[in-house]
């Protein structure tokens, strides 16, 4: 038979191990898959929404942070148009006026840099979100 002591070792490890790896309730943006590039833009040009921008806020954990957060929500286009707290989150047609451009960039005017402690999106990645805004933040 087990000692007691070592299987509630095992249990007591076990558990801190989860609870250890689940901590931001969230995707690890620092797995293998933080260095892929984002999805390539449409064959139109256009940046889709549902095949570009929303896996991002997946990949770096936006959803499961803003899931009403600051009263933002980031899971479709029309939450990141109402916002939250400090407004919309998104200015069709206006990136660098909009407040998640300004929050996921270095220095930002308020609170801090999102993700929230990192690691950071990279400036091609930015870039597509800005593109995305600029091209009128469409629902596609």
């Known amino acids: 038979m087990f000692n007691p002591r070592f299987i509630l070792s095992i249990i007591v490890l076990t558990a801190a191990m989860v609870i250890a790896g689940c901590s931001d309730q969230g995707s690890n943006p620092a797995s293998s898959d933080q260095a892929a590039p984002p999805p390539p833009v449409t064959q139109t040009g256009s940046v889709s929404f549902q095949i570009q921008i929303k896996p991002i806020f997946q990949r770096y954990g936006c959803a499961s942070c803003h899931g009403g957060s600051g009263g933002l929500f980031v899971q479709t286009v029309a939450q990141l148009l109402q916002g939250g707290v400090d407004g919309p989150a998104v200015i069709s047609g206006k990136a660098d006026a909009s407040v998640i451009i300004k929050k996921l960039s270095a220095n930002p005017p308020f609170g801090d840099r999102m993700p929230q402690g990192g690691p950071y999106l990279p400036d091609s ?14 629902d596609n």
């Open 125 to 138: 990645t930015m870039q597509v979100i800005k593109d995305w805004i600029n091209q009128g933040a469409k």
